[in-house]
């Protein structure tokens, strides 16, 4: 009977620790068409943003300069590109330590002026970005796409 307490017991201890890594693997990796989302990038999202390596190098569209870089923002914190000048309540989220991961893209781009009023909890939050992905799967490959180009580095959890 002990040893049937202490195992239920080291079981119930490491369920945490075993959810949240499950969690952080799940939560990070994409979903969607990488390849559709490239094509889906051109024709929707180019004219606004570029997808510019820390080389300079360019790897999706044409250097354009209305929102911000979207290279590496898979995993990256919410409004952290020091190279743009972000809105009044996209510079309040960025105070929350919030990470792009590919349920908060995927709202976002749907739905950015509701997605900034829902998570500030304020009906006056103002998103700069007018445009909007329609559909679902397409958000999810156009996260998966800009995913595949710069892939966030996974932190092992030191216990």
């Known amino acids: 009977m002990n040893k049937l307490l202490a195992t239920a017991a080291v079981l119930m201890l490491a369920a945490p620790a075993f959810a949240d890594s499950h969690e952080t693997a799940e939560m990070m990796a994409p979903s969607g068409d ?5 094509t ?27 929102g911000p870089n979207l290279y590496g923002i898979a995993g990256r914190e919410i409004g952290s ?20 991961d590919e349920a908060t893209f995927m709202s976002y ?8 009023r829902e998570t500030l909890d ?9 445009f909007k992905v329609r559909k679902e799967d397409e958000a999810a490959d156009i996260y998966a796409f800009l995913y595949s180009l710069k892939p966030p580095v996974m932190e092992e959890k030191s216990e």
């Open 109 to 116: 781009v749907q739905d950015p002026t509701g997605w900034l």
């Open 40 to 66: 889906l990038f051109d024709r929707q999202c180019m004219a606004c943003h570029v997808v510019k390596n820390d080389e300079g190098e360019v790897l999706a569209g044409r250097n354009a300069r209305t």
């Open 34 to 38: 990488a390849e559709a989302g490239g």
């Open 81 to 100: 590109n020091e190279d743009f000048r972000y809105g009044k309540s996209m510079a309040e989220v960025a105070d929350e330590d919030l990470v792009w």
């Open 122 to 130: 304020d009906s006056k939050a103002r998103s700069k970005m007018s």
